[in-house]
């Protein structure tokens, strides 16, 4: 039950990223690649979004 709990997680997690680095950084119609800096700035919002997903955990953790 908990690693189903985990999973379900990890998949909003997922979802939550995607649409928000998706709706920061794909200012037009997707093409076959993405441009220099739509691959910049995906790779910086995905960096962004764990390292601070972590540290909520971890202020999470330390409160219990």
């Known amino acids: ?3 189903e709990q985990q999973m379900a997680m990890v998949n909003e997690m997922v979802a939550k990223l ?3 680095c998706w709706d920061k950084c794909i200012t037009g119609t997707p093409g076959s690649k993405f441009s220099s800096s739509e691959s910049t700035c995906l ?3 995905a960096h962004r979004y764990l390292e601070m997903t972590i ?3 971890k202020r999470f953790q330390s409160m219990q």
């Open 18 to 20: 995607t649409s928000k």
């Open 43 to 45: 790779s910086n919002c």
């Open 55 to 57: 540290l909520i955990m």
């Open 1 to 3: 039950m908990q690693q």
